[in-house]
Each structure stands twice: as structure tokens, then as C-alpha cells.
């Protein structure tokens, strides 16, 4: 491995650009959101420049992928201007053995789920630590929530079994606000069983835009691993 570099990275830009690959010309691409899919968003701009690949649009999941499809080169359009998504491509927080997620570690999962759930083709684009037994395992369920009903919200929550904790910002004084103007709480949860269920259950409540576990939803997951010091992509 190249020394000095930090293997996490090295797996995420591997596996980014695995699924860049994946692309096809003439194609209408989701584009995630996140450090792993920043990668894939860098990686389909080189192919572009290169022209080894051409007529892609691309739906951008959130502010930040928007901002780097700009910046490589890649053509945006919106939902209103198409009829379908060929092929997404989004991190995750956690991955379990059925390909159930829980995303929103950039709080951007209302989109996510939106651009994610359209695509004809949904891959995962994750490195080995996402990979978990069981939901919830290290990760908290993120929820988007409406600011006026925050309260409400989360007793809600408390009342489903969940402890909620409202994201605050970093290098930004007060909670964290969605690229939609809204809030979101973390809710740790001591075991998730049945993930559909939380989903429909955490979504029933007034107030709860979206949250971020997604079921039954994944084609692919590709995960970056090191092995013997190389970075390697697995398929799952
Ligand atoms: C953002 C997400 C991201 O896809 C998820 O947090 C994974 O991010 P990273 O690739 O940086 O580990 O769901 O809301």
C-alpha cells in the first residue's frame, strides 16, 4: 500500500471508482452523496473528459453533490425534466446481510431515498467497516423532522423505544439543517429487528419528513477492503 496513506481513504477511492465504471454513455446517473460517492462524481468526470464516456446526466442527491458535479464536469437535470433514472450511486452508514441500509450520516437521506428508490439499477458504494450483522449495530437512525415538531418528535420516538439526540452542527453554532431547512435527530436504538417496520413506524409520526433506513431497495453493494495492503473491490 502506498505508504503514509490512510487505507480507508484508499478503499473508498477504489471502490468509487468501481462503480464509476459502471456507467454506461447515454445514461441518467443519481449521484450520492458523501466522501465514498465524492469519489465516484470525481471519477465519471475524468471518464467524461477522457471521452470514454458521453451523454450522461446526472440527479444530484443533496448541496454537496451538486456542488462536485459542477465542479468535474458532469451535466445536471432534475426530476421534473426526466421520466426515469438509470443507474444510482450512494454510500452508506451501515449494510446488512440483506442489503438493508441505514444512510444520513450527511444528512442528506431524504434525497437519497427519493433519487435511489427511482433508479432501475441502485449500487452501494461502502468500505469493509460499513458491513453489519444486524441494523443499528454502531450507527443511529437519522431522521429529518420538521423544527416545529421536534418535541413531539422525539417523545414520539422515545415512545417507540428509540433514544433521539438532535444533530448539531460542526464549526456551526445550534443543530445541523437539512439541505430542505429542516432538523435531525439521531435515534439509537438498542436492537432493530424488523427494519421495514421502523421505517413505516418512525415515518408515521406528524412531523417526520424521512429517515434513513432504506429496505429492500439495494441491486449491488460494492465494498472497498484491503487485502495483503492493496485495495481490493468486493460484490455483495
Ligand atoms: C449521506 C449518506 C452517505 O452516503 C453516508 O453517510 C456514507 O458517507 P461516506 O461515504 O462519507 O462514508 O447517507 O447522507
Do not use: C, W
Not at 443519481?30 to 465524492?38: E, I, Q
Not at 449495530?137 to 418535541?151: D, H, L, R, T, Y
Amino acid at each position: 500500500m502506498t505508504a503514509g496513506v490512510d487505507p480507508v481513504k484508499l478503499m473508498k477511492q477504489e471502490v468509487g471508482k468501481a462503480a464509476a465504471d459502471r456507467v454506461q454513455s447515454g445514461t441518467i446517473v443519481g449521484l450520492g452523496t458523501g466522501s465514498t460517492t465524492a469519489y465516484t462524481i470525481q471519477f465519471l468526470g475524468d471518464r467524461l473528459k477522457s471521452g470514454e464516456l458521453k451523454d450522461i446526466v446526472g440527479i444530484p442527491t443533496s448541496f454537496q453533490a451538486e456542488v462536485l458535479a459542477k465542479q468535474y464536469g458532469i451535466p445536471l437535470t432534475t426530476l421534473d425534466a426526466v421520466d426515469h433514472i438509470d443507474i444510482a450511486i450512494d454510500g452508506a452508514d451501515e449494510v446488512d446481510p440483506q442489503k438493508n441500509l441505514i444512510k444520513g450520516g450527511g444528512a442528506a437521506h431524504t434525497r437519497e431515498k427519493i433519487v435511489d428508490y427511482l433508479a432501475d439499477q441502485f449500487i452501494v458504494v461502502v468500505d469493509s467497516s460499513k458491513i453489519v450483522d444486524r441494523l443499528g449495530s454502531s450507527f443511529a437512525v437519522p431522521v429529518e423532522v420538521i423544527p416545529m415538531a421536534i418535541s413531539p418528535v422525539m417523545r414520539a420516538i422515545e415512545k417507540l423505544g428509540g433514544k433521539p439526540e438532535l444533530r448539531m452542527g460542526v464549526k456551526k453554532a445550534g443543530p445541523v439543517i437539512t439541505d430542505q431547512g429542516n432538523m435531525v435527530v439521531d435515534v439509537k436504538f438498542d436492537s432493530i429487528d424488523d427494519p421495514a417496520n421502523l421505517e413505516k413506524s418512525l415515518n408515521n409520526i406528524p412531523g417526520v419528513l424521512e429517515n434513513g433506513i432504506f429496505v429492500g431497495v439495494t441491486d449491488l453493494v460494492l465494498i472497498g477492503e484491503v487485502q495483503d495492503g492493496k485495495p481490493v473491490v468486493k460484490e455483495m
